[in-house]
């Protein structure tokens, strides 16, 4: 039995400053190498389980070989380049791919996916998530796989979620050619997104993490200052479609509202409402409608992604497809 002499408020101030040490110890040596760790997800289906054709490849990446599937569409009307998200693989359950990759075939899109570097099935580089600042030679990777196996002159366009929206981003950022963006409830904000993300895994508040966010954003390289997602998106020329859920508890709507006010080009359409209780959120936990939009509404994210490729070139207008190849 412990006996505790002198004034409480001394005691609980003691215990307080030695918590509060013991946590910022925690925050500069543990917790940060945590929050940017891979989850090794393998993947485990294929577009089979939903009706489609597709074509095992691998995409050279520098030195490192991604593992992706090219889906083609009959008589396509343009080419995706489908980015996922930090953890995840080109099967994202939270995202719902392979039901997007089924819709995307059905507009006649077709589609060139992969995993990302340290994700999936592809090689695993430094075992670390880099939120985009070193995913996004991956993307410029699956553009040069498309110009070398299936030329064309179709439009083109990136799909990103989550962090797949950061890398698309950076890609755009280092040369990335492509007609037009869709951005699933992106990263744009490095910091609150990590530190969000560490809150809906371990349920303590936000702010708890700052320190240790900080600390990771810096031994790690993650996108920061000007090179930060919402930084380099302000300054993208094309057109750019933004779906954000307004409840997203990773990737907050405060951000994709910043960007639609800065920059003209982009088309900010917020998903409608997804009541916490729905079936379409099963298993998903604290990360509730981060990228839910598909799951939960379908059909209004079909109408809202063809609206967006239909406005940049109008089915009235001969598809770039009629055109020859250039050489």
Known sequence: MITI???PPRYFLLLFLGAAICWALLSVFLIPSYMVAITHLPVT????SRGQPFEDITIRSNKVGLAGWWLPAPNPIAQLIFVHGAGSNRTSKFVGSLDFYRMLHDLGVSVVTMDLRNHGNSPITDAT???????WPDVIA???WLKQNHPSQLPRYVLGASMGGSAAIHALHHGLQA???ILLDPQLNIFDSLSRGAQVSTGLPAWIFSLATRIAIWRYGLPSGERKPLSMAVKLSLPILLIQDWDDPVTRSAFARSLQEINANVRLQRVPRIDKSDPCLDNKGAWGTHVAALP???DWTRRTIRQFIESIFPPSIPRSSERPVST
């Open 5 to 7: 002499t002198g004034r």
């Open 45 to 48: 289906q294929s577009p089979d």
């Open 129 to 135: 998530i880099r939120m985009g600042a070193t995913e």
């Open 142 to 144: 699956a553009a040069d």
């Open 179 to 181: 007609d037009g963006l």
């Open 296 to 298: 939960c509404h379908p």
